[in-house]
């Protein structure tokens, strides 16, 4: 399970960096260093609500995933539990 979370996790992650390094940083749409084929498919301002909506969901699933991961960490999926120490009585 974990192993799976943390495939998921390096996927969306990835994909966000990906969306992220697409927009414009002046907010005018998608870089034209990409070639603008998204521009002429979408229309410039689709193509950005688009980018945009896609950069806010991929931020959700990674906070999602990464919460999902702790809980079952937490839940004792790694097996290591802390045994007290007995005193020498």
Do not use: H, Y
Not at 7 to 26: D, E, F, H, Y
Request: aromatic residues 4%.
């Amino acid at each position: 399970m974990l192993a799976t979370l943390t495939v998921l996790i390096a996927l969306v992650s990835v994909l966000l960096m990906a969306a992220i390094l697409i927009q414009n940083p002046k907010g005018g749409g998608i870089d034209p260093t990409l070639g603008g084929q998204a521009q002429q498919l979408f229309g410039a301002a689709r193509s950005t609500e688009f980018i945009e909506k896609a950069t806010w969901v991929l931020a959700g699933a990674l906070a999602v995933l990464c919460i999902v991961a702790v809980l079952v960490v937490g839940s004792g999926g790694t097996g290591a539990e802390t045994i007290p120490l007995q005193s020498g009585n």
